[in-house]
C-alpha cells in the first residue's frame, strides 16, 4: 500500500548558480558516497541536482517540509545494475519507520534543463 508520493524538480542552472555561490552545499547535503559518484563527471552539476530532488521528494513522501530531516540522512545509491535506491537513516528513518514504511520507489531524470526525482513510501 502507497503511504506518501513525493516529487521535486530542480532547475540545473539555479543549482549550478547555487553551488558555484555556496561549495559548501555539497558537504552539507550529501554523503560521500553521492559526492564521489558525482565527481565522476565533469560537471557534477546532473547528479547532485538529481539527489537533491530525491531528497526534496523523501521529504513530501514522508510529510515533511525543510527541517523535518536531516538532508544527509537521504542517500541514492545505485546498483551496479544502474538502478538507484535510497538509503535511509537518521531522524529520516525513525519518522519512516513511525509512518510504517517498510520500502521505497524512485525514479530519477534529467535533461539539459532540469531534474526530477519521484519517490513513493510503501506502508504495510
Known sequence: ?????????VELDRFREALARTPSLIERLFSDGERADAAKRA???ERLAVRFAAKEAVMKALGVGIGGIDLR?????KAESGEPSLVITGRAAQLASSRGVTRWHLSLTHTE????????????
Open 73 to 77: 540522512d537521504v542517500e541514492v545509491a
Open 1 to 9: 500500500m502507497i503511504g506518501g508520493i513525493g516529487v521535486d524538480s
Open 113 to 124: 534543463r532540469s531534474a526530477i526525482a519521484f519517490v513513493v513510501a510503501e506502508v504495510g
Open 43 to 45: 560537471d557534477p552539476t
